[in-house]
């Protein structure tokens, strides 16, 4: 019998994993999750990263510390030798998923430090840095759409690196994203680059906007208010869709796709429910589009696995019932431009703590090996 796994992968629905670690590629779990869980793709960040190394019964890391501690290494050389090694090895994993999808799936994401967020040049440079390093083509290298990443973007792409975008909370960014990635394809293409081997995806996050908007929701409190909780995420990535269809029908679009650009698929992030009262795969159930990325940490995947209920497309019919639910949040009050703007400034503070930490953690771990 068919597995909810297989069921949402036939819908069109791409599975990545929201996870990753030495011990996880080296034990065959990987390999397992992909022949039985249906799973095409891996994403990674500095948080994924700090819980492996940081990860007291992870041995694996141990050898690679000593080796690093010998040879002078600065925390940081070690932090990118250790997470390129991982992500190269998990590369390596996919790269029959990558072929036997036309190089559409078979992806796992690096990101750029998150002391680069708001420097656009550092982060174009250290994007090239790190496509160069682990030299693989089915790497995905992720920069954040701040508004310094924004033109990063751009560069990178139309230097034919293949971009993740990550931390998309709002339609307007999720726009200027697009906009950043057709301007890429743009200059790859003066470049005289096969802008077939160029791919994207614009990881927009789900949870945390309900998480950010419900507790706005319950200090209104009144009925109207507190009738509209957890439904703000799924309108803004069902409107998100929309946009994604809008824009790439556009003649711009067109143009680059006829000369074999790949579409910026849209990529769920944040999947895992945040709120016991909710069901443990609804940001997985309600999502369902073709052509979409759904990222899932492991708990999601197995739950997703184990009962999820998959009845097809349920995203692009219910457009109305999304610009609704915004209006009725804007009418009890809520600012959604603000919302946005916190859960971004959030997500970056987030990254830039685990990866100091991280930092941290490894110059001790550098120093009792020397």
Known sequence: MSTPTAQLSAAGVSIWLDDLSRT?????????????????????????????????NDTSYDAQVHELAASGASAEDAVFAATTQDVR????????VWEATNHVDGRVSIEVSPDLAHDTEGTVAQAKELWDRVDRPNLLVKIPATKAGLPAITEAIGA?????????FSLERHEAVIDAYLAGLEKAKDAGIDLSTIHSVASFFVSRVDTETDKRLAAIGTDEALALKSKAGLANARLAYELFEK????QR???LIAAGANLQRPLWASTGVKDPDLPDTLYVTELVAPGVVNTMPEKTLEATFDHAVIDGDTVTSTYADAHRVFADLK???VDFDDVT??????????FIDSWHGLLTQVAEGLEAAR
């Open 331 to 333: 009418a009890v009050g």
């Open 89 to 96: 090895a998990a590369l390596d994993v996919f790269r029959p």
């Open 253 to 255: 679009a067109q143009d």
């Open 160 to 168: 034919g690196i293949s971009v993740n975008v990550t931390l998309i």
């Open 341 to 350: 703007q916190v859960l971004e400034d959030e997500g970056v503070a987030k």
């Open 24 to 56: 996880r590629i080296a034990s065959g779990n990987l390999q397992q999750l992909i022949d039985t869980r249906n799973v095409v793709g891996v994403t990674t960040n500095p948080t994924i990263f700090a819980n492996a190394i940081t990860d007291e």
């Open 247 to 250: 824009k790439f029908a556009e």
